[in-house]
């Protein structure tokens, strides 16, 4: 085996592959295709971004496996890249041959080894797939570091990736894949987050686990798109809803990644430049997006910075009808805070709000659009709080899926509480953010 003696320092290379820009499809000049090639690890764009996939637990070892390290303690774990579930959807509509690739010899992840030994974590991964340890990397760990990791996330890139080897299903056929991933100790806080019932239903082993492993992978796709003599980088990530695609104004060593960047979905528009396009598809495999150009001069409801929003109607809370433009009432903006009675740290802001409100009451209106399941304590918490501001109660549940979302959040693309939008009186969206961070922001650009 190759001994890490340290995770401290480690050197990483940087390829510097020629991406391809824009062209106009044959059949349609209106249709632009955008070639993407996959980045992973030191080569994503956006460093902040990645996903933790745990080694999960196995009922028993494979006897397969081999030549395990010397411990005081080991337990062998799976880290799964292609779900069973999504290799049956395959062999139902068609597109695998269970005859030729069944389940049992499609290699659908990576063997994991975890345990201790001279008073240290150590973690091996089955990193080619050869189903023996012997000639993988061992990583050592103090007992400390799992509990240091997640107040101290620079201890993340003291880790060095190792490059997996594994079988995954491109869009058209399984293929060999190779993905750059390290290990993340991480010790699980069950009694943190669970109550004494649900506890019970955690079984006895997973429940006394001291050195859960998770491992951390980056990538994205990046193609490049050259429309009315200005260059943008095109980014695009996996997401839980679908592909999330961010367009970046400039030459890429020039980005500068804003964490309010709102992504783009398939079919959304946006304008770029002084047209508006539509993002049409995708291919499986990620290795093109196509877009669309739009004969319109603007979209139906802007919710991004820049774009111009719906003089939408409303019934406030005391059964009012109103239009977006009439809360403005002479003022050179509107902030709309959308919020909840549930939301603890949207109440931590409402002494925030209130004082905002009275400070600058005479350049900003204020616009609170509460997403809650009851009236009745958004009513109370108004009047307490001396929240004398325009308000509107909308009903349902927050952590529904977004399909079923009320029309007003579904347009406004609400995904975190609170939410900021601050309007221009033309209606134009200035900024956006989440949290204390947006707030901040938003009162420093009604000040100046």
């Not at 991964?125 to 103090?142: C, G, P, Q, R, S």
């Amino acid at each position: 085996m190759k001994y890490l003696l340290s995770l401290c320092l480690f050197a990483v290379l940087i390829s510097c592959q020629k991406k391809e820009t824009a062209t106009t499809t044959p059949t349609d000049p209106d249709r632009y295709q955008i070639q993407l090639q996959e980045q992973q690890a030191e080569q994503v764009l956006n460093q902040k971004f990645g996903t933790a996939r745990p080694a999960a637990w196995l009922d028993e070892t494979p006897s397969f496996l081999k030549d395990f390290p010397e411990a005081d303690t080991l337990e062998v774990r799976l880290t799964r890249f292609l779900g069973a579930r999504k290799i049956k959807e395959l062999y139902a509509n068609g597109s695998l041959d269970s005859i030729k690739y069944p389940m049992d010899s499609i290699k659908r992840g990576v063997y994991v080894v975890n345990g201790y030994r001279d008073g240290q974590q150590f973690v091996v991964i089955d990193a080619n797939n050869n189903y023996t340890f012997k000639d993988d990397t061992v990583f050592y760990f103090k007992n400390d570091f799992k509990h240091r990791i997640p107040k101290e996330p620079f201890l993340r890139d003291s880790i060095p990736f190792v490059t997996i080897v594994y079988q995954d299903f491109d869009g058209e056929e399984l293929i060999e894949k190779t993905m750059k991933v390290k290990p993340l100790p991480e010790k699980m806080p069950y009694e943190e987050f669970l109550n004494k019932e649900q506890l019970k239903q955690i079984p006895p082993r997973q429940l006394k686990d001291s050195f859960a492993i998770k491992l951390f992978y980056q990538q994205d796709w990046e193609g490049q798109l050259q429309l009315e003599d200005k260059g943008y980088v095109v980014n695009v990530m996996k997401w839980f809803q679908g592909p999330k695609i961010q367009f970046h104004e400039g030459p890429r060593d020039a980005i500068t990644i804003d964490p309010q960047h709102q992504g783009y979905a398939i079919k959304d528009s946006i304008k770029l430049g002084n047209t508006y396009y539509v993002l049409d598809s995708i291919t499986p495999k990620k290795d093109q997006l196509f877009i669309r150009k739009l004969d319109i001069k603007a979209p139906k409801w802007g919710y991004r910075v820049e774009e111009t929003t719906v003089d939408f109607t409303f019934e406030n809370i005391d059964a009012e009808q109103k239009k977006l433009s009439e809360v403005f009432d002479g003022k050179e903006y509107v902030l709309i805070d959308f919020w909840g009675t549930w939301c603890a740290p949207c109440k931590e802001l409402t002494p925030d709000l209130v004082r905002m409100s009275q400070e600058y009451e005479n350049k900003m209106a204020l616009l609170s659009i509460a997403f809650d399941q009851k009236k009745e304590p958004l009513v109370t918490y108004i009047a307490k709080n001396n929240m004398a501001w325009e308000h509107i109660f909308v009903e349902g549940y927050a952590k529904a899926n977004i399909k079923e979302k009320p029309r007003l959040i579904k347009n406004f693309a609400v995904e975190a509480y609170p939410t900021f939008i601050l309007l221009n009186s033309k209606l134009e969206i200035v900024h956006r953010g989440s949290g204390r961070p947006a707030l901040d922001k938003i009162e420093e650009m009604i000040k100046s």
